[in-house]
């Protein structure tokens, strides 16, 4: 018998950051714009296992969605593995700022920025295996279930990667704004081992960046 993990990734609101590079710093983000909220929380399952990483503008986030949806959120699943990708020693400084450090191949970034690792932080190759791993110790625990995972734009993309097996670069193409929902199902055999999750299981993406941001 099959069994089916609905997987329902909202990225946090927008945080008015002034421009700098925040990474994983814990900032806060805007909740007040309910727009942002009605759509995408219409569409959400009214029970299903919440998940938000450490960082408060998930929680905020989460929330909000629960609140247009009626729903009663108790204490959702806090789950650092799903944190943005941390850029180190670059994050409180503007892009201008970064680009003028002597130390910084501005070039390089640009051409494979996946694999460039700030210093101090972590390359979009390393958050995707991060992402990788809390999916598969999500889905060992709450196999069949939906699970309603409010993160980051980098942790979804990551989460994309990981179910459609690209390569980091490729999975840095997606657009994921804030508040939009992307949504992707889990297929396994009841009778299988656990395992970690792979782009060689069954996948299904029905949903990505929904509704897009004009």
Not at 87 to 113: K, N, T, V
């Amino acid at each position: 018998m099959n069994k089916t993990t609905r997987w329902w990734w909202i990225r946090h609101a927008p945080v008015n950051s002034g421009g700098i590079i925040y990474g994983d710093n814990d900032v806060d983000c805007d909740c007040s714009n309910p727009v942002l909220f009605r759509t995408v929380a219409d569409q959400l399952p009214r029970d299903a296992l919440w998940v938000t990483s450490q960082l408060r503008r998930t929680r905020q986030t989460a929330e909000a969605f629960a609140a247009h949806a009626g729903l009663d959120l108790t204490d959702p699943l806090v789950e650092p593995r799903l944190a943005e990708q941390g850029f180190g020693d670059w994050q409180g400084l503007s892009h201008d700022e970064l680009r003028a450090r002597e130390e910084f191949d501005w070039h390089r970034f640009w051409i494979a920025p996946a694999r460039t690792r700030p210093p101090g932080g972590e390359s979009f190759a390393d958050l995707m295996e991060r992402v990788r791993t809390a999916m598969s110790d999500l889905l060992q625990q709450n196999a069949g279930r939906d699970i309603v995972c409010v993160a980051h734009g980098g942790t979804i993309r990551a989460a994309l990667g990981v179910a459609l097996g690209l390569e980091p670069e490729r999975a840095l193409r997606f657009a994921v704004d804030n508040c939009s929902l992307t949504r992707m199902d889990h297929f396994s055999d009841t009778n299988e081992p656990p395992h970690d999750v792979s782009a060689e299981d069954s996948w299904r993406v029905s949903l990505v960046n929904f509704p897009p941001q004009s």
